[in-house]
């Protein structure tokens, strides 16, 4: 600590950073999750799920160290604009319009953490080489990939949900009405939509570089939400070459619009989106995002470090 000539603690001196404080807890609670890990395997703790969820700790601790959740404060910006500006351009829909704005924020601010945080979890790990001191304890690959992709989803489940909050917060300020179960269905489906691109992510971070990896997985959510559109195409198309790519590409590629829901809750319906009931559409989220963890995992295990 520095003293001023006279021997007095300068004021300022007196007072550390915030963020030195926050590198410090996290720095901390880093070393106790890795200390945990060598735990797990000499007690009787070292289940597969104890390091499975030792590794999604740390991968969730390091991204709140990324300062992602200042992602929160772009949100409620972008809020508080739509809900002052769109009411002087729009004719008696403002209230549907600042709904729609607010799940698509969501929705875009969610998928940007996914991409520039899910293509690097595995490629950092090799860049740095911190996966072989990882692979030289006692935690198989499947744990090490499954455990990356809980971290992330715990991340994902975290944001959603304070950027739903903050959402919900200004709308009822506003005097605007919702319906908050519908909302809540629509986040929840989004949520199951990250969880599915999160995987896919990491897929592709395996696979390739980093900047690849990420152009890969902003064209399977452009895509995935146009599977449907493709299949229209096949249906009027003359050639059979392209009907058989349109086939392959539809049975192929996800459908995102399964998982989307923020058009009929904005307009206040309650049935589910065409294609089938919720349950199965969440149960189809979920089996994709296996598949894609199952090829991760494959591609993984057998990379030569």
């Known amino acids: 600590m520095k003293r001023q000539c006279n021997g ?5 001196d007196q007072r550390p950073e915030l963020g030195s404080l926050i590198d410090e807890f996290l ?8 200390s945990a890990m060598d735990i797990a395997a000499k007690s009787g703790f070292s289940q597969s799920f104890a390091r499975i969820w030792t590794v999604a700790s740390n991968v969730f601790l390091e991204v709140v160290r990324d300062r992602i959740l200042y992602v929160v404060g772009v949100f409620a910006i ?6 002052a500006m769109l009411p002087e351009v729009s004719a008696g829909t403002e209230d549907k319009l600042i709904l729609d704005t607010g799940l ?8 940007f953490v996914v991409v520039f945080i899910g ?11 911190t996966v072989l ?24 489940a975290v944001l959603i949900s304070a950027l739903t909050a903050v959402m919900l917060g200004l709308l009822s300020i506003s005097g605007i009405p919702f319906q908050l179960p519908l909302i809540l269905l629509a986040v929840l489906f989004m949520f199951l939509e990250m969880v599915l691109l999160s995987a896919a992510a990491m897929m592709f971070g395996t696979i390739t570089s980093t900047v690849l990896a990420t152009l890969m997985t902003l064209a399977i959510f452009a895509v995935g939400h146009e599977t449907r559109n493709i299949l229209e195409l096949d249906k009027i198309a003359e050639s059979e070459s392209f009907r058989r790519i349109a086939e392959g590409l539809f049975l192929i590629l996800p459908d ?50």
């Open 256 to 305: 995102l619009e399964r998982l989307n829901l923020k058009n009929e809750i904005a307009n206040g319906f309650v049935a589910p989106p065409s294609g089938g009931g919720l349950v199965e559409n969440a149960i189809y989220g979920l089996i994709y995002t296996a598949l894609l963890l199952t090829i991760t995992v494959t591609v993984f295990e057998r990379r030569q470090f």
């Open 8 to 12: 007095q603690v300068s004021p300022s």
């Open 104 to 111: 698509a924020a969501i929705n875009l601010l969610s998928l």
């Open 133 to 156: 001191v990882l692979i030289a304890k006692p935690i198989s690959r499947l744990e090490f990939i499954l455990g990356k992709h809980l971290g992330l989803s715990l991340v994902m």
């Open 27 to 34: 720095s901390i609670n880093l070393y106790r999750v890795d």
């Open 78 to 83: 972008v809020m508080v604009l739509a809900i």
């Open 119 to 129: 293509t690097g979890l595995i490629n950092k790990e090799i860049e740095k080489k």
